[in-house]
Structures are given as structure tokens and as C-alpha cells.
């Protein structure tokens, strides 16, 4: 007995050993040392300039006789007064309102880049308007701060393109490589008429690119519990969508006399399986990458499941799901969003209708999806729909040992020293999708820090960037530009 517990001791003592080492060996991968440059730009009048470009009301509304041309060609002409090295030394071509810019490379051996952005924004939701501290369209500066819509989402990272090519022009810079700038008008709407027709353009041209770098995650600051440096998210992939109609269907007739499974009731249950019964995911490929990287930086305890994936998968893969960002990155999400049934209080549907959103997660196919949830809920009563247009899968994975990628990586690192860089997913959608088509890999990612109260700007309210922080994504750019134009 007593050798029993000695035995048994001994085990416990070299398991915790193991998770102790493995854990402190779990710390963050040497990265390359990069000096941190200081480079020189006009801060007051940059700013300025996406202040100016706030005022231009280029909205994308859902109906093409709402918007205003007249806005984009105002803002168009301003950018071309505004940029006037840009404008004589690259070659502009006009597709629609969208602006794609060739700036010719010493080399025509080396492949092109492009870097991307989008002047467009989404209209401010009426009845939020009282809620600016400024108004949306004003471009206010204020103790530091820029505000309007468009400050993050994207005239800071068209205008900070800008800055960035007038300012190497100003200097003599020439490319090795050619670079294409380009300047979408309708990424809110899905770029069909800008992005889609440059990417169209180039691939008829016989261009392919080496990589592309458009708007995408951002330097995070603090919103990862416990990691303190800055994390940046180069996403390497953005999600598919599906959404799919399920059917319950079942006898109609008057309320008064309802049979025992109503369509509504069949509905309901078909809704709870499909939550129950998520699409598998898990820590594998891009998200095990993103989260191994990231957990290195966070304290001792988060630290040992990550680093002890052996004992704690399961563990961690519950925890991880049970947070809807977290989730996000995992796995295809389920989301209802759409209900109907009978039109009147009184008559039992002959059909219940749920319309489900799946962003679709690399790993799947649309497929894949519509085949887990017709295992997961189709029946005699219960019938999954799939909508004429199918569906949009999700995006290559590009790689992120690739040139690119270390060029976004160094640039940032030359900036704002030392940072967390990892690749990531995107959740939402981006003209990328199309520029994809040309590219061998695509990025997304936008210069800037932002917080988690910055979040709500995003297509909300108080949308804003500080002076300072736009500055230092002009001077990513600029890094971005030089490194990633060389050889
Ligand atoms: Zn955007």
C-alpha cells in the first residue's frame, strides 16, 4: 500500500513537472531584432487631410438612387489637388469611381503588389445622429482626436496610402517592384463595380500579383485579457456565408383546434438541434497558429493549457467556444436571424420559415455546411433550402511564412517595437474576396491601434481615430511601401 502511494506520488510530481516545463518553455518565439526607426512626417497637415476627406459624404446606400455620385467625383478631385506628386508621377486608371494607380517599378522582372483601401463608408443609422459627440461628416478635430465616419473604416487607410506614396515621391523613392495603389468606391456594397473590375482589369493584363495588403484587423490594444503588448492580427483569410432556409411544415387550420406538433413548435425544435449540434471545429490549421502565438504572452495559467494541449484540448476547446469571438475563430458559426409563419393571429402555418447565417470557416466548404445541418435537422417535416446563389466560401488561407507577410510584420515591428504579430481570420467580408483572384497571397490588415471602445465606431457611433495613432500607421505605410517594393 504504502509502495502504491509512493508510486502514485512519483507520477503526480513528474506531471506536474512536465506541465510546469512545458509551460515555462511556452514563452514568446524570438523574433528578429528590428530597430525601431524614427521617420519624419507632417502630422498636423496628414491629419488635416482625413479631415477634409471625412467631409465627403461618400456613402454607399443599399439603393443605387440614393447615393451621391457628385460626393465621390468631389472627393476624387480633391484627392488629385491634394496629391499632386501621386498624380504626376503614378499612372491613374478610372474604373467607375474606383482609383487604381501604377507606380512603375525599376524591375519588371520581380512580380507587382498591391496595396488597398476603400473610400466609401456606410451611412450613420438614422435617429443615432444626436449621439456624435461631432457630427459624422464634419471631419472634427478635437484635443487630438479626428472624428467621422470613415476615421477607421477606411479613409484613414486610403488617406494614410496617400500620405505615404506623396511623401516617398517628395523624396525620389522609386520602386524595385511595381506597385499598384488602389482605391475602391463600393467595398460596402461588395466592391462588384470597383475592386471586381480592377481585379478583372489585371488578370487581363496577365498581372499576377505577389501579394496584396487591404483593410482588415488592426493592432489590438488590451483586448486580450492579460497579454499586455500590442497584438496585431495579420489576417490571412476571411469567412464564407451561407444562409439557409429551414422549413417546418405541418397541417394549417384555424388556432382554435391545433394539432399536437404545430410548424412553429417543429420550427422551434429543428432551431434548438442545430444550436446544440454546432458546426466541428476546433484548434487546428489558422486558428491553432493565432492562439498559439498569442498565448505565449498571457499569464501562467491560460499559459499552462495552451502550452499542455495534450491534457487540456478539451478543456480549451470548451472554454474557447463558449465566447462568441473566440468561437468565431474556431468553427462555421450558426446564426438564426430571420423568422416567419402564419399572417394572422388565428390561422396555423402551413409552413414555419427560419433563415440561418453560417460564416463559413476555412476549413468547410458550403457544402459541408448544407450537409451538417441536413444530417443535423432534415425530416419528413423539416426541409433545409439552399438560395439560387449557393452561397460565398470562405478565402484561400495565404501563407504566412511568405514574403509578404514578413514585410507587413517588419514594417509594424519598425514602427511600434515590440508587438505581437500573428495571423488571423477576418470575420467580416473585404475586397479582398476579389483581389484574391490575382494574387498568390492576400493580407488584411489596417496600421492602426485600436481598443475594444473603439469597436463600437466601427459602422456605429463616435467613429474616431487620434492624431497620433494615425500618424504612426502613415509611417507602417511608408515601411510598408519601401520593404515590401524591394527585392
Ligand atoms: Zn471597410
Known amino acids: 500500500m504504502k509502495r502504491l502511494a509512493m508510486v502514485v506520488g512519483v507520477a503526480v510530481l513528474l506531471v506536474i513537472g ?34 477634409e476627406a471625412i467631409r465627403y459624404v461618400t456613402i454607399s446606400h443599399q439603393s443605387e438612387a440614393d447615393i451621391d455620385r457628385a460626393a465621390f467625383q468631389d472627393f476624387i478631385d480633391w484627392a488629385r489637388i491634394t496629391y499632386p506628386e501621386v498624380h504626376q508621377q503614378l499612372q491613374l486608371q478610372r474604373l467607375n469611381d474606383t482609383l487604381l494607380y501604377r507606380w512603375q517599378g525599376r524591375d519588371d522582372t520581380l512580380q507587382p503588389i498591391l496595396v488597398t483601401g476603400h473610400y466609401d463608408v456606410v451611412p450613420v443609422i438614422p435617429g443615432t445622429e444626436e449621439k456624435w459627440q461631432h457630427p459624422p461628416f464634419e471631419g472634427v478635430i478635437d484635443n487630438g482626436v479626428i472624428w467621422g465616419r470613415g476615421a477607421l473604416d477606411d479613409k484613414s487607410g486610403v488617406i494614410g496610402l496617400f500620405e505615404a506614396a506623396e511623401l516617398l515621391l517628395r523624396q525620389g523613392f522609386q520602386p524595385e517592384r511595381t506597385i499598384y495603389l488602389s482605391f ?49 492580427t495579420i489576417n490571412v ?15 394549417g387550420g384555424h388556432s382554435s383546434m391545433p394539432p399536437k406538433n404545430t410548424a412553429v413548435g417543429i420550427l422551434a425544435a429543428a432551431i434548438v438541434r442545430l444550436e446544440d449540434n454546432p458546426v466541428p471545429g476546433g484548434l487546428s490549421g489558422l486558428s491553432a497558429q493565432m492562439f498559439d502565438e498569442i498565448s505565449r504572452y498571457m499569464p501562467f495559467m491560460p499559459r499552462l493549457l495552451f502550452a499542455n494541449q495534450w491534457l487540456f484540448s478539451r478543456l480549451l476547446d470548451n472554454q474557447l467556444s463558449s465566447l462568441s469571438m473566440t468561437n468565431a475563430m474556431l468553427r462555421t458559426t450558426t446564426a438564426p436571424t430571420m423568422l416567419s409563419g402564419s399572417i394572422k393571429t388565428n390561422v396555423l402555418p402551413i409552413e414555419a420559415i427560419a433563415a440561418v447565417n453560417f460564416r463559413i470557416h476555412p476549413r468547410d466548404s458550403v457544402q459541408d455546411v448544407i450537409d451538417h445541418v441536413r444530417k443535423a435537422v432534415e425530416s419528413d417535416v423539416v426541409e433545409v433550402r439552399v438560395p439560387e446563389y449557393g452561397g460565398r466560401a470562405a478565402s484561400e488561407v495565404s501563407d504566412w511564412n511568405s514574403e509578404g507577410y514578413a514585410v507587413i510584420a517588419r514594417s509594424t515591428r519598425e514602427v511600434y517595437g515590440e508587438v505581437v504579430i500573428t495571423p488571423g481570420l477576418m470575420i467580416a467580408g473585404s475586397d479582398t474576396r476579389h483581389y484574391g483572384k490575382v494574387a498568390d497571397n492576400s493580407f488584411r490588415y489596417n496600421p492602426f491601434v485600436v481598443t475594444s471602445e473603439d469597436l463600437t465606431g466601427f459602422h456605429g457611433t463616435n467613429e474616431k481615430i487620434t492624431v497620433d495613432n494615425f500618424a504612426q500607421g502613415i509611417r507602417t505605410y511608408i515601411q510598408i511601401l519601401k520593404n515590401g517594393s524591394g527585392r
Request: aromatic share 2%; charged share 20%.
Open 18 to 51: 512536465v506541465l510546469i516545463s512545458r509551460t515555462l518553455m511556452h514563452a514568446p518565439n524570438s523574433t528578429e531584432i528590428v530597430e525601431k526607426l524614427t521617420i519624419e512626417i507632417d502630422v498636423a497637415e496628414a491629419a488635416q487631410h482625413l479631415s
Open 184 to 232: 475602391g468606391h463600393d467595398e460596402e456594397l461588395g466592391g462588384t463595380n470597383g475592386a471586381s473590375e480592377v481585379a478583372g482589369l489585371l488578370k487581363s493584363e496577365g498581372v499576377q500579383l505577389a501579394w496584396t495588403l487591404d483593410e482588415g484587423s488592426f493592432l489590438l490594444s488590451k483586448m486580450l485579457p492579460g497579454v499586455d503588448p500590442l497584438v496585431a
Open 237 to 251: 483569410a476571411e469567412k464564407g456565408s451561407v444562409t439557409l432556409l429551414i422549413v417546418a411544415k405541418a397541417d
